[in-house]
C-alpha cells in the first residue's frame, strides 16, 4: 500500500497485523482469531458495508456480547470511515429508540439474544434501515446473518480517505442519565484514551503510525484481559491498548461477571494483566482466592489493575496477602476526558483516593470557571490538547462539558480534586453526586471507601438524602456479606475510625444487591430511589 498511514485506528491496527500477523489477536471462550486473520474479517465486514451504500460519517450501532464479531464489526466500521457506538446490551425496548433515534442509526449489528428488542425497536427508528444479525437460526424478513455477510465481503479493501479525523464515538450515560454519544477524532482518542502507542513500551506517543512496526515485533507477547465487557468504553479501550502494542487480548466468553470462571480464564490463557472496574469487581474475585487457596496457578499475572470505580487501598492489602507478588495500578478516566492517569494515594494523607501528577494538560477550575494553582485550592479537574468534538446532537451539552479559557479547549470533568503541596491533584469524587450536609461537602467515593472497612458489608453506595435541619443527610445503602449481620455501633465506629463526624451515614439501607452496571459502575439514579422510598427526612 502506498498511501500514507493516518491515526485512523483500522490504519493502526493494519500497521501492527502486519508486524506480527500470527500472533493471537483475540481469544473469546473457544474463538480465536490471529491478527492477520481479524485484520481479514475486519475487511471483509468493512467491504459488505460499503457494497451496501455505508461509508463515511454513517453511524452502526454494535449491541453485542464479548464475541469476535465484536471486533471485526468495529474495526470494519473504522476501514471505512463509518461510525462504530457501543450500545449496552442491557436497554430495553425505550431506551433503544430512544439512542438509535437520537444517534441517527443507520445499521445495527445485534445479537440474537436481543431478538426481541430489537424486532419492537426497528420499525420506530426510520433512519436504522439495515439489520445485522450475530447467531441464532434463519433470521427474520429484512434481516441478515453477520455470518454470511462477512464471509460475502472482500479481504482487499483500502481507503484512501482515511483520516485522522474520522470519528469513532462512546455511547455514555446508562447509570446518570439518558444516553449520549461522545464523538472522537481518532487522532485524538489514540493519544487521549489509548497510550499513543507507546504506553507499554515505556516511551512517549508515536509521531507516526508507522513507528508502531519499529517496535511491536520486538515487544514481548503478552495476554491482557479486561474484565468488563467491550461495550463497555474503559473495557474496549484498554483491549485496543493492548491490540495496538502486539498483545493477546482475552475476554470473558460469559455474559455474566463470575469470579470463579473468571480466574479459570486467567489461569487457562496465562493472562499477565488483569484489570477490573474497582472494588465491585475486585473484591469477589479476591473472595475467591482467599476462600480457594491454590486453585489456579496465577503465576503468569503480574498486574491486577483498575479504573473507573474504587479500588480501596484494603482491597489492594488482600489481593497482596494472597498473591505477593502482585502489582497493582489504579486508574481513572472518563468518555469525555479520556485517561487521566492516576495512582494509588499510599500514604493517605490526602481526603482523595486518586492522586494524579502535574502535567501540562491538566487544570483546576473554581465555580467561576477560572483556573486555580495555589496548593490547598479544591476545584474541578480539567483537561486540554485531545479531545473530542462533542456530544452527538446536543450543543447545549457540548457547550457545557467543552468550554474555553483564555483562549484554550477544555474538557470539564465533573470530578472534584485539591491540589496538595507538591501541586499533584487529589481527587475528591464526582461533583454531581457530592452531598451537601450542613455546609459541608461529603463525596460518596470517601464514604465508601470507609464503610467498605467494615467487614459485614458486601457492597455499598452513598448518597444524600432531604434532611430538616441539614439540607441533605448522608444515607448509606448496603449489601451485607452472606451469612452476616450487621450492628450500627460498629460500622460507626469503624466509619469514625476514617471520617469526621458529619461525614459518617445518619441512615443505613439494607439491600440485597447492590444495582451496577455489567462493568461495575455505580447505578446512584437507582440508590436516589432505594433511599427516597425507605428514608424519611
Not at 261 to 280: T, Y
Amino acid at each position: 500500500m502506498s498511501r500514507s498511514r493516518t491515526f485512523n485506528l483500522a490504519d493502526l491496527f493494519e500497521v501492527v497485523a502486519a508486524c506480527v500477523p500470527e500472533r493471537t489477536a483475540f481469544r473469546c471462550g473457544a474463538h480465536t482469531l490471529t491478527f492477520r486473520e481479524l485484520d481479514q474479517r475486519a475487511s471483509r465486514f468493512g467491504s459488505a458495508l460499503r457494497a451496501r451504500g455505508f461509508g463515511r460519517g454513517d453511524h452502526v450501532g454494535i449491541q453485542l456480547y464479548n464475541s469476535v464479531e465484536y471486533l471485526e464489526a468495529f474495526l470494519g466500521c473504522c476501514k471505512i470511515g463509518a461510525v462504530p457506538i457501543n450500545v449496552n446490551y442491557r436497554y430495553v425496548s425505550e431506551e433503544l429508540r430512544y439512542l438509535f433515534t437520537t444517534l441517527d442509526m443507520k445499521c445495527l449489528v445485534y445479537g440474537a439474544e436481543f431478538e426481541s428488542e430489537v424486532a419492537t425497536t426497528a420499525p420506530l427508528v426510520p433512519t436504522l434501515k439495515t439489520l445485522l444479525r450475530v447467531g441464532g437460526g434463519a433470521p427474520a424478513a429484512g434481516v441478515e446473518d453477520f455470518a454470511a455477510v462477512v464471509a460475502a465481503g472482500s479481504p482487499d479493501l483500502d481507503d484512501p480517505g482515511r483520516s485522522d479525523d474520522d470519528i469513532y464515538m462512546l455511547c455514555t450515560g446508562g447509570t446518570t442519565g439518558m444516553p449520549k454519544g461522545v464523538m472522537w477524532p481518532q487522532k485524538a482518542i489514540f493519544m487521549a484514551a489509548l497510550g499513543g502507542g507507546g504506553i507499554y513500551f515505556r516511551r512517549p506517543p508515536i509521531q507516526r503510525p508507522e513507528e508502531l512496526a519499529e517496535f511491536v515485533p520486538h515487544g514481548p507477547p503478552l495476554v491482557y484481559f479486561a474484565v468488563a465487557p467491550l461495550m463497555h468504553g474503559a473495557a474496549m479501550w484498554a483491549s485496543l491498548i493492548a491490540l495496538f502494542a502486539g498483545y493477546t487480548v482475552v475476554v470473558n466468553d460469559e455474559p455474566r461477571f463470575d469470579p470463579e470462571h473468571v480466574w479459570d480464564i486467567v489461569a487457562r490463557e496465562g493472562v499477565n494483566i488483569l484489570s477490573v472496574v474497582g472494588d465491585a469487581m475486585a473484591l469477589p474475585l479476591i473472595r475467591a482466592l482467599e476462600e480457594q487457596p491454590g486453585r489456579w496457578d496465577l503465576s503468569r499475572m503480574f498486574v491486577f489493575g483498575s479504573g473507573g470505580a474504587i479500588f480501596t487501598e484494603q482491597a489492594q492489602a488482600r489481593l497482596r496477602a494472597v498473591l505477593p507478588r502482585i502489582s497493582c495500578a489504579n486508574g481513572m478516566g472518563s468518555s469525555e476526558s479520556g485517561l487521566l492517569g492516576g495512582r494509588e494515594n499510599a500514604d493517605r494523607s490526602g481526603s482523595g483516593y486518586i492522586v494524579l501528577d502535574q502535567r501540562p494538560d491538566l487544570a483546576l477550575i473554581d465555580d467561576e470557571g477560572r483556573i486555580v494553582t495555589e496548593p490547598g485550592s479544591e476545584g474541578t479537574l480539567v483537561r486540554t490538547g485531545y479531545l473530542p468534538v462533542g456530544y452527538y446532537g446536543d450543543p447545549a451539552k457540548t457547550a457545557a462539558t467543552f468550554v474555553k479559557i483564555d483562549g484554550k479547549s477544555w474538557c470539564v470533568t465533573g470530578d472534584r480534586a485539591r491540589i496538595d503541596e507538591a501541586g499533584n491533584y487529589h481527587v475528591l469524587g464526582r461533583g454531581s453526586q457530592c452531598i451537601n450536609t450542613g455546609g459541608e461537602k461529603v463525596y460518596p467515593e470517601e464514604v465508601e471507601e470507609a464503610a467498605l472497612r467494615y467487614e459485614a458489608i458486601n457492597d455499598v453506595l452513598v448518597v444524600g438524602a432531604p434532611d430538616e435541619r441539614w439540607g441533605q443527610k448522608v444515607v448509606a445503602v448496603v449489601a451485607l456479606l452472606p451469612d452476616k449481620q450487621f450492628h450500627q455501633a460498629a460500622f460507626e465506629r469503624v466509619c469514625r475510625e476514617r471520617l469526621a463526624g458529619y461525614k459518617v451515614p445518619r441512615s443505613v439501607v439494607i439491600v440485597e444487591e447492590i444495582m451496577r452496571s455489567p462493568a461495575g459502575k455505580a447505578d446512584y439514579a437507582w440508590a436516589k430511589r432505594v433511599v427516597a422510598e425507605r428514608v424519611t427526612g
